[in-house]
Antibody, heavy 126, light 105 residues
Framework: EVQLVQSGAEVKKPGESLKISCKASGYIFSNLWIGWVRQMPGKGLEWVGVIYPGDSTTKYSPSFQGRVAISADRSTSTAYLQWDALKASDTAVYYC???????????????????WGRGTLVTVSS | EIVLTQSPGTMSLSPGERATLSCRASQRVGNTYLAWYQQKPGQAPRLLIFGASSRATGIPDRFSGSGSGTDFTLTISRLEPEDFAVYYCQQYGGSPTFGGGTKVG
């Protein structure tokens, strides 16, 4: 059974750093892309980015490029999302999700999401 | 970026009724790379449909997806009490994007 277990809720101040985690089980972690989706309070879903644990290749949404970093540890089957300097606008629930890869007409990879973690609430407030 | 517009924003229905949800893309979604998700309050989204019309594992057959190009539809043939939720479409013909959601209540 595929499971994605996320770290607990965090409360941080603006400017602080943060790293949240997502531990995967039930499949071969290195072989499939895994990434993150944001949901701001009362809002819809936004794709953040993804990593291929096999070689640590990452792809980011243009909206999040340079603002966050995604990493993975194959030895513990864990993916991470981190910020160097949080802003109040980063307040949201962050879901990790296993990504299913498809190749677009343009030859690039894109993804839909077949398994999801329960989410990590990140609150940034002074 | 492909922008997805879902309509209506909210629909008020009763158990046993049919629900028809629309998702329109700002440009053609190649290969019908369109998925649908269900999200209940306080829960993570759940994959319902991928490839515009293929049901994910364990999804009841009252859920069906259709469409191509720029217009896609999710149909719930007979609403069950557990189907009242928010539904999102997502395209993966380009960098992934989601629609704004339709609340079925």
């Amino acid at each position: 059974e595929v499971q994605l277990v996320q770290s607990g809720a965090e409360v941080k101040k603006p400017g602080e750093s943060l790293k949240i985690s997502c531990k995967a089980s039930g499949y071969i972690f290195s072989n499939l892309w895994i990434g993150w989706v944001r949901q701001m309070p009362g809002k819809g879903l936004e794709w953040v980015g993804v990593i291929y644990p096999g070689d640590s290749t990452t792809k980011y949404s243009p909206s999040f490029q340079g603002r966050v970093a995604i990493s993975a540890d194959r030895s513990t089957s864990t993916a991470y999302l981190q910020w160097d300097a949080l802003k109040a606008s980063d307040t949201a629930v962050y879901y990790c999700a296993r990504h299913v890869t498809m190749i677009t007409f343009g030859g690039a990879a894109s993804w839909y999401f077949d398994f999801w973690g329960r989410g990590t609430l990140v609150t940034v407030s002074s | 970026e492909i922008v997805l517009t879902q309509s209506p924003g909210t629909m008020s229905l009763s158990p046993g009724e049919r629900a028809t949800l629309s998702c329109r893309a700002s440009q053609r979604v190649g290969n019908t790379y369109l998925a649908w998700y269900q999200q209940k309050p306080g829960q993570a989204p759940r994959l319902l449909i991928f490839g515009a019309s293929s049901r994910a594992t364990g999804i009841p057959d009252r859920f069906s997806g259709s469409g191509s190009g720029t217009d896609f539809t999710l149909t719930i043939s007979r609403l069950e009490p557990e189907d009242f939720a928010v539904y999102y479409c997502q395209q993966y013909g380009g960098s992934p994007t989601f629609g704004g959601g339709t609340k079925v209540g």
